[in-house]
């Protein structure tokens, strides 16, 4: 079958390029029929996007700076106008400063802390608040975590309290909302080399451990992540919720350096 996303309509927000962790969702989704918008923040990312979004069928395109009520409030306006209704929403969207991705945890400004907790955890229950009112029962949403929120990681540090307080705010929005029949997940992924995860510090080294030590012995790719999302997003998946579902070759499962990576 290639309809399980038959008649539904989706808003990606967080496809930088076509390395982003939304756009292999996006591929996922389309190829079972989905309808999909795309939102997008900078002009400099529209021309980026732009291609992507003809690619995947979709003339809804629309800017929205998750740090800008107004900017959240147009969007979900222009879907309503343009759609009447909205089936799910997926959340890929993370910000901090490059500089605090590095070094100790204990250096976090305030600054930055609340404009990581702002992009990176707020936007997804602002997010939410939007789109809820335009969704019938069978309504998902998703949004995406990494394990730095669970244990730390090396760099992680400002972000993987924001994760933490993300996979917090999934369980209560996932409570609220379920009584409506909308459910709300997060895919917990492991490192894939995105625009993003170049910011964080020794990233190439992270992305080689886990390849050596996650019982897969491999990374995860955007096509892994997108196709774990079809399940939650879809049918298949009305009876999770409130659930963190890791795609990451099963990395959280281990908890000691694999023996034959400390061989080599
Ligand atoms: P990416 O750089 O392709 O996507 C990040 C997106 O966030 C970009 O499209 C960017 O425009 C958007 N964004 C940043 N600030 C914004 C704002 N103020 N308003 C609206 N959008 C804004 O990188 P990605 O790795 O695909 O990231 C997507 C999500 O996946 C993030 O939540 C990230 O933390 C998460 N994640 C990534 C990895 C990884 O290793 N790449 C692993 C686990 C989780």
Redesign the pocket.
């Known amino acids: 079958s290639s309809s399980l996303m038959a008649g539904k309509r989706g808003l990606i927000?967080?496809?930088?390029?076509d390395?982003?962790?939304?756009?292999?969702i996006a591929q996922a989704v389309r190829a079972q029929g989905a309808q999909l918008g795309f939102?997008?923040?900078?002009d400099a990312?529209l021309k980026r996007?732009r291609p992507l979004a003809e690619q995947a069928g979709s003339d809804l395109i629309l800017p929205?700076?998750?740090?800008?009520e107004a900017?959240i409030d147009a969007a979900f306006a222009t879907v309503k106008e343009r759609w009447g209704g909205l089936d799910f929403v997926v959340?890929?969207?993370?910000?901090s400063d490059k500089n605090e991705l590095d070094g100790l945890y204990l250096n976090t400004t305030r600054a930055n802390f609340a404009r990581t907790m702002?992009?990176?955890c707020y936007?997804f229950t602002a997010v939410a608040q939007r789109a809820v009112p335009l969704m019938q029962p069978g309504g998902s949403l998703l949004?995406?975590?990494?394990?730095?929120a669970e244990q730390v990681m090396p760099h992680y540090n400002v972000?993987g309290v924001a994760?933490a307080a993300?996979e917090s705010s999934v369980m209560y929005l996932a409570n609220d909302l379920g009584p409506k029949g909308i459910r709300v997940n997060s895919?917990?992924?492991?490192?894939?080399?995105?625009?993003?995860?170049?910011g964080?510090g020794d990233?190439r080294f992270?992305?080689k451990w886990n390849e050596l030590n996650a019982p897969l012995r491999r990374n995860v790719t955007?096509q892994d992540?997108g196709n774990a999302a079809l399940f939650l997003l879809s049918d298949l998946g009305g009876g999770v919720t409130g659930e963190n579902l890791h795609v990451?070759a099963g990395y959280h499962t281990v908890g000691m350096a694999a023996v034959d990576s400390a061989a080599e």
């Open positions: 927000m967080g496809v930088a390029n390395r982003s962790i939304a756009w292999g939102t997008y923040v900078g990312l996007v929205c700076d998750v740090t800008d900017s959340h890929a969207i993370a910000f702002d992009i990176s936007s949004t995406l975590s990494y394990y730095g972000m994760k993300l895919i917990s992924a492991g490192p894939i080399k995105t625009l993003a995860a170049s964080i990233f992270i992305l955007i992540v990451d």
